[in-house]
């Protein structure tokens, strides 16, 4: 904690440097945090983009087959 954080904090007593101080510890974990996940984000949202091709490849498959199977009931 600098000193220019102190002086503004001191005149709130124990309770606003108290405050203070658990504010900037959060903000630094989240930081941190928010760091870690920036590659794991990009990952997940490539599994994603994946995911979602297959299915609707799969989706196309099987209203075809749906429509064989329909045509062949038909006759």
């Not at 002086?7 to 945090?33: I, Q």
């Amino acid at each position: 904690m600098d000193p220019q954080s102190l002086e503004f904090l001191a005149p709130l007593g124990v309770g606003g440097v108290l405050a203070g101080v658990m504010f900037l510890m959060y903000r630094r974990d989240a930081l941190r945090w928010q760091e870690q996940w920036k590659g794991q984000t990009d990952i997940l949202l490539n599994v994603v983009k994946e995911n979602t091709k297959v299915i609707a490849t799969h989706s196309e498959i099987v209203r075809s087959l749906v429509r064989r199977l329909d045509k062949q009931l038909d006759e």
